[in-house]
């Protein structure tokens, strides 16, 4: 609620190790979100838009639309490896493009 009415307080954060921020409300596709010390890492969701893809299939290639969004990753390097952060973007792209719902394994 706080968040929401603009009341937060710093106090409010305290405690946590990651966060997500959603600067695509407000129609911005890529930022660089900063992380806020001691927090390990922060992902930020860029506005969805519909692009022109090419799926390659049983009859060949095919110009489709689909939605896509930027993520991007801000992470304290000490204590993140840059392979497992790329792993977990890799994770977070295959299941929005999988659905919720298929069974994939995030192996790290």
């Known amino acids: 609620t706080r968040a929401r009415t603009s009341t937060i307080t710093p106090d409010d954060l305290a405690g946590a190790t990651f966060t997500i921020t959603n600067y695509g409300t407000v129609g911005t596709l890529l930022d660089t979100p900063i992380i806020n010390q001691p927090q390990v890492g922060i992902l930020g969701i860029g506005t969805l838009v519909k692009r022109p893809v090419v799926l390659s299939g049983e009859l060949g290639d095919q110009l489709a639309f689909r939605q896509m969004v930027f993520l991007s990753l801000s992470y304290d390097h000490r204590l993140v490896d840059g392979a497992d952060a790329a792993r977990f973007l890799n994770y977070l792209?295959?299941?929005?493009?999988?659905?919720?719902?298929?069974?994939v394994e995030f192996g790290l």
């Open 93 to 103: 792209k295959t299941r929005l493009e999988l659905g919720m719902s298929s069974e």
